[in-house]
């Protein structure tokens, strides 16, 4: 189903990447369709310009998935199709929100644990740019972006503002 330019999936399927690096995020996290004003979850952001989603690759990423239980992903340079994104973003217990070029180049994902309430946020720009606001605790918004900006271009605060 395609929203927004971008396209959404929920997956049953299940595999670790070296080059993946680890952020935890220690906040309290609030379900916005019900009050848990006692949820309390440490929150794991994982990031991974890919360079290519292969077979290969998809294989590592989900050995990574199982391995550590990450609750975000993002990843950059996706490099695929919508039609090989398909298959290639399906993580059990999982859904994945992407942004495809082609399968030369660029592209973005963020895959997210399936209990974890998001909304996307609309951005209007054919950039490779996606992201998801989740609901903190006393009214805050976590803020999660996946984006690839070519080496060649210059990336500035005044892109982002003008983006979102």
Same mark, same amino acid.
């Given at each position: 189903m395609t929203m927004n330019n971008t396209n959404y999936m929920q997956f049953s399927n299940t595999n670790n990447n070296n080059n993946i690096n *680890?952020?935890?995020? *220690?906040?309290?996290?609030?379900n916005k369709n019900k009050n848990f004003s006692n949820l309390r979850q440490n929150l794991t952001i994982v990031h991974w310009n890919c360079d290519g989603l292969s077979e290969v690759k998809q294989v590592e990423l989900a050995y990574y998935i199982e $391995? !550590?239980?990450p609750d975000i992903i993002t990843l950059n340079e996706i490099k695929l199709s919508n039609t090989n994104a398909t298959t290639r973003l399906n993580f *059990?217990?999982?859904v994945?929100?992407?942004?495809? @070029? #082609?399968q030369y180049g660029g592209g973005c994902a963020l895959i997210i644990k399936k209990n974890i309430i998001f909304d996307e946020i609309p951005i209007s720009s054919n950039s490779d740019i996606i992201g998801v606001k989740l609901?903190?605790? &006393? !009214?805050? &918004?976590l803020i999660v972006f996946s984006h690839y900006?070519?080496?060649?271009?210059? $990336?500035? $605060? &005044?892109? $982002? @503002? #003008?983006t979102i």
């Open positions: *680890n952020t935890n995020i *220690n906040n309290n996290i609030c $391995l !550590n239980n *059990n217990n999982y994945a929100i992407y942004k495809c @070029r #082609n609901k903190l605790m &006393d !009214n805050k &918004d900006n070519p080496p060649t271009e210059e $990336l500035s $605060l &005044d892109y $982002l @503002r #003008n």
